[in-house]
């Protein structure tokens, strides 16, 4: 059983910068590929990030490719996402998320329905 707890949300005007961090408990990270999934009002969760496994493979959405970079700590057992140029399409509640990379492997970094355990979710709101 995986905990994950989101922090880091806020609100920011467009171009500033943030730093979201989702710290587990209750398992190494080291064996889950790590997501991040946005979900703004009125709209279905959507894929972000993910992070296969340090030093491994990355993938964005290309809504923010070029702007966000996830990375993750397996010492601290956290997974960060900075997003940088910010808009105000990218205000949504942020979720971290957390899959069994023994299991898939790494095709489904952004299959949402493969994900496992969840963050209860930050807020970013990004004013125009």
């Known amino acids: 059983q995986v905990q994950l707890v989101e922090s880091g949300g806020g609100l920011v005007q467009a171009g500033d910068s943030l730093r979201l961090s989702c710290v587990a408990s209750?398992?190494?990270?080291?064996?889950?590929?790590m997501g991040w999934f946005r979900q703004a009002p009125g709209k279905e969760r959507e894929f972000v990030a993910a992070?296969?496994?340090?030093?491994?493979?990355?993938y964005y959405a290309d809504s923010v490719k070029g702007r966000f970079t996830i990375s993750r700590d397996n010492a601290k057992n956290t997974v960060s996402l900075q997003m940088n140029s910010l808009k105000s399409e990218d205000t949504a509640v942020y979720y971290c998320?957390?899959?069994?990379?023994?299991?898939?492997?790494?095709?489904?970094?952004?299959?949402?329905?493969?994900?496992?355990?969840w963050g209860q979710g930050t807020q970013v709101t990004v004013s125009s």
């Open positions: 209750g398992s190494t990270l080291s064996d889950y590929t």
């Open positions: 998320a957390a899959q069994d990379r023994l299991v898939y492997g790494s095709r489904y970094y952004d299959s949402e329905n493969k994900y496992v355990y």
């Open positions: 992070n296969i496994w340090t030093g491994g493979s990355t």
